[in-house]
């Protein structure tokens, strides 16, 4: 590895100089930043829903589709295709069949919410 510093020598940073009133000006600016910011994020008006079924069903679709999203799915499915996989070049029935279970529920993962709706009418 080459050593790119040809001084050797150590360089060390010094603060700017700064008055009085430039850091009261610096204070008073970054107060006002956190307050307009705070006002702003206050002000955010949340309406609810009339229907307890429409919320619940709105929860079930973002918690569904946050599974999705993270790919909890692909790593199980990917896990079962992997086992059973090493479990045929190993000849193992045990893992082929850890393999195929890992595969199955990674499936039903997939498809929980159609199922549910199946399942409710």
Known sequence: MT???KNNEKK????????GKVKRGFR????????????????ITAFAANDPIAV??????????LIRAIGMIMILLGFGIVQVGLSLKSHDPSQRA???LTLAGGIIITFAKEILNLIAG
């Open 28 to 43: 008073t600016y970054c107060a006002a930043v956190v307050a307009v910011t705070a006002l702003c994020s206050m002000g």
């Open 12 to 19: 060390t940073t010094q603060k700017l100089p700064m008055t």
């Open 98 to 100: 850890n393999g195929f």
């Open 3 to 5: 050593n790119f510093n």
């Open 56 to 65: 619940v069903n709105n929860l079930s679709n973002f918690i569904f589709g």
